[in-house]
């Protein structure tokens, strides 16, 4: 093999090398910038209700069918980025009965096609009580693990309660466009925070 084989070879693996730190790096950047830059309660608060506020705007019976849930947990803002390897990371509010009982952030990681920082809002809905049960009981909840999360589908202008979904617990996520469902949450996890 000749020099300038050996040189182009190691020059590619060198490469690669680097824009796989760089991934990881933008990962950790967004997966630990959150707890740095922590909102507080007030935002929190704030953010929770401009969430609500736009889905039951939103979603036909959306108001009814959150009156209706044993408990609501509501990322404002979950903000995602990375190059190659990515993170998200975001902060949120359990609600019982409409008041909130307890602060949660939510933290995953991803391989794959990925560039650039993209922020949605996530609402995850606890149909039972023994779903937001077992959910309070953990110190770190992780979707897929200690319980699914099914992403809710259902046509435009369709009410909301009559979405045919048996799963215990239901996740929305709200991009910049509206609702999005070509989503996964499986693999977030959800862990308490004092604020």
Do not use: H
């Amino acid at each position: 093999m000749s020099g300038g084989m050996k040189r182009v070879r190691v020059q590619r693996r060198a490469s690669r090398g680097w824009a796989a730190l760089a991934g990881l790096l933008a990962a950790l950047f967004v997966v630990m910038s959150g707890p740095v830059r922590a909102d507080s309660a007030a935002v929190i608060e704030a953010g929770t209700r401009d969430t609500l506020a736009q889905f039951k705007a939103d979603v036909t019976g959306g108001a009814s069918f959150l009156a209706k849930a044993a408990g609501v947990l509501v990322f404002p803002k979950v903000i995602k980025g990375g190059f190659g390897i990515g993170g998200e990371y975001g902060e949120g509010a359990l609600q019982v009965g409409g008041k909130t009982v307890q602060y949660y952030s939510t933290a995953s990681a991803s391989v794959g096609l990925q560039f650039g920082v993209q922020s949605k809002s996530l609402v995850v809905v606890f149909k039972t009580a023994e779903a937001l049960s077992q959910f309070r009981a953990s110190d770190g909840w992780k979707a897929g693990v200690d319980g699914s999360i099914a992403l809710a589908k259902w046509g435009v202008g369709e009410d909301i309660n009559t979405l045919e979904e048996q799963s215990p617990v239901i996740g929305f996520v709200i991009g910049n466009k509206g609702f999005m469902y070509n989503l996964t949450i499986e693999g977030s996890k959800f862990t308490k925070i004092d604020r």
